[in-house]
């Protein structure tokens, strides 16, 4: 029989656990099976893949020799990352969705191992069982599921923060100097790999042993104080040194000057992404009402005195995360991204907290192991998510239109080659990257010699091409004249 520990108790919470993986494969992996993504996904698998086939360089990456034949508009680091799953799973869509179904493993589990180690440094051991709310938290906003299905790099930038600020915890709470010395180096090596993941935006971490002090017991200023200095002063280090080599220093300097310089300064996004962090934040606020409802008058009177330390020390982490963002000519809600497992942990402890301190109804429901029933409905769920991830597997759920043609056109000209495009359709984005990724196909203007072209619907062919006949409402593809069998050519094929 099933007996409730009292307040405090570490018991195990299986039944809430349970429900969050659930929910999470719900909101995540039907959308994951199918085909489909952000511009920027497709652009970034087609370089990692461009790589892993050997073109392009890890400091020179390839995307398309008609639009960024040297891509510098991020550090590579992601891109070989992923340039590696592709060497062993091969050419398919579902590569990249492996790739980002393990950075959702690893964010999870460094939430967790953070939680652990914050809920101890803070004397709230007993929190410690609760480590599935910022869970909760983490995938209930919306823009989780977006992120990971559609392989941005934030997704990979996250994973290294969430590392650093761990390694920086462990360096504050250290018992001497020497430890302390060797955990602040490596969170500066995670430092550097969130830098070289997304850029400037990952170095929040540097100031996270300030940021961290108010949640520990028995830290004083001196600790961290030397752990600031000595984690920025590696990760500049290493990162001096790494510029040593021509290529890099080559690349750094062309992603700085058109990334960074050239988007620096308050701009008229900021308000905006203000707003998009307070849309993000909303459904973890939501959760942790919800729960306030449910538990209704039964919290204790210092429930939320006992984590104010703790939890506001995450906010800010998440904070110094986010609002920098909006300096900069920056209007994207997926750059948030590496702030919200942040936030979801200092949320967390707040709810955390309420619930712990609620009646013995609330623990006993949150302790109970799982019965028969829940673990029917919960396989049953479990399931039917699985059923509906593989039903979805190769079919396209986002551009149809371009999918659709240009498996018509490869399936005639080959995959592989470089097209003439008409100026009108080069700055269609969308174009170049699904031609690259799943047809390895490039759209070059102005290449005078190709045998095939890329043209508007319903556009005369130029003088020295003519019209296949394959074509769509929005794009026709022309052949350099080759004689008057070129149709039925095209119509075996």
Known sequence: MFEPRGPGSTAPHSRPLIGTVVLAGFLLLPSMASVGMFVDGIMYAAISRNLAVGVGSIWAPHFSEGLFPVFHQHPPLVFWLQSLL???????????????????????????????????????????????????????VPKWSWAYRNNVLENSMAVFCLLSVLLVLCALRAPTVGRALIFSVVASGAALLAFLAKGPVGLFVLVSPVLLLPALRHVDWRRSAFGLAVVSVVFFGLLGLLTAWPEVREMLIAYWRDQVAGRAGISGADSGMVLE??????????????????????????????????????????????????????????????????????????????????????????????????????????????????????????????HVFLARVSAVTGEGRSFAVDAALYDDWYLHAIAQRYYRISLVPGLADAEWRLAPAREESPPAYRDTGLSSGDWVLQRRAVGPGLREEIDEK
């Open 86 to 140: 592709f060497r062993v799973l091969g050419d398919s869509y579902l590569t990249e969705r492996i790739y980002d179904l393990s950075l959702v493993f690893a964010t999870a589990l460094l939430i967790r191992v953070l939680w652990s180690r914050i809920t101890l440094a803070s004397g709230l051991k007993k929190l410690s069982a609760y480590w599935w709310l910022p869970l909760l938290l983490w995938v209930v």
């Open 277 to 402: 962090l307070a849309k993000k934040v909303a459904p973890m606020l939501l959760v942790l009402a919800g729960l306030r409802l449910w538990i209704w008058r039964g919290a204790g009177a210092d429930w939320a005195s006992r984590v104010r330390a703790p939890a506001a020390a995450m906010l800010a982490v998440g904070l110094s995360a986010s609002l920098p963002l909006a300096l900069g000519d920056l209007d994207s809600a997926h750059y948030l991204i590496p702030a919200l497992p942040f936030f979801a942990l200092g949320f967390g402890l707040v709810g955390a907290s309420m619930l712990d301190e609620a009646e013995e109804r609330i623990r006993t429901t949150l302790e109970r192991r799982p019965g028969r029933l829940f673990m029917l409905v919960s396989g049953v769920a479990a399931a039917a998510i699985l059923v509906e991830s593989a039903g979805r597997i190769g079919e396209v759920r986002k551009n149809g239109d371009y």
